[in-house]
């Protein structure tokens, strides 16, 4: 734990953790958005061959 203090001022050491936990929730939400988006991709190619 020393270490990692080392690298981190003690001023700082909220904002490293804000800062992780953002970075979680964006990495989530980007698989939501990624699985919604294949979806609607799939959609349409289907809406499309179903019309040739």
Same mark, same amino acid.
């Given at each position: 734990?020393? $270490? #990692?203090?080392s690298y981190v001022k003690? $001023? #700082?050491l909220v904002t490293a953790i804000v800062?992780?936990?953002?970075?979680?929730?964006i990495?989530?939400?980007q698989g939501i958005?990624?699985?919604g988006l294949s979806t609607y991709?799939?959609?349409i190619l289907k809406q499309?061959?179903?019309n040739e």
């Open positions: 734990m020393e $270490e #990692l203090m003690p $001023e #700082l800062l992780y936990f953002i970075g979680v929730w990495k989530q939400t958005l990624v699985a991709v799939n959609q499309i061959r179903k």
